[in-house]
């Protein structure tokens, strides 16, 4: 198992960050970054920090605000926080920047590119089967004709 929990394991082994140890205090690891759904925002999570964690934004990596995250404590690997980057202002398609950090050291520095509008159609479809498929081909023709953005297939292939 790469990276998850597995509760069936010893609580020293149950959460495994990709085979490295938990980070240092102070160190950052496991930063994600997610679409909200709002005009110039995303979501980061992380683990690492001291548990009083901030999240910083930048348009130009001169002025960059700080806004707190929330932060809990994990038995196994310390502290896991969340927060949002907002980037107020940014021109569609334009470079922002983020960084996490807390009193003792800052992540590096990541770009990212917000949106102004986002208004992505996802399809979700589950448990499809070859042998009996009865929407397969409709699936495909949408896909084609651009009806989505993305596809998510949850299940299994019988």
């Not at 202002?89 to 590096?108: F, I, K, Q």
């Not at 520095?109 to 979700?124: D, G, M, N, Q, Y």
Request: hydrophobic share 40%; net charge negative; proline share 6%.
């Amino acid at each position: 198992m790469p990276c998850g929990l597995n509760l069936a394991a010893p609580k020293h082994l149950r959460l495994q960050l990709h085979g490295r140890p938990p980070p240092p205090t102070g160190g950052f690891e496991q930063i994600h970054v997610s679409y909200t759904g709002n005009a110039n925002e995303l979501s980061v999570d992380f683990v690492g920090g001291s548990g009083k964690t901030t999240v910083w934004t930048s348009l130009d990596k001169k002025v960059w605000t700080a806004s707190p995250a929330t932060s809990f404590s994990h038995p196994t690997i310390g502290y896991m926080s969340a927060g949002l980057l907002r980037f107020p202002g940014a021109a569609a398609g334009a470079e922002a920047y983020y960084m996490v950090g807390d009193s003792t050291a800052n992540s590096s520095t990541f770009t990212v590119h917000p949106t102004l509008a986002r208004s992505e159609v996802f399809a979700v479809y589950g448990d499809f089967g070859f042998a009996n498929d009865v929407c397969l081909s409709d699936l495909i023709a949408e896909a084609a004709a651009g009806t989505f953005d993305s596809s998510l297939h949850v299940g299994d292939w019988a």
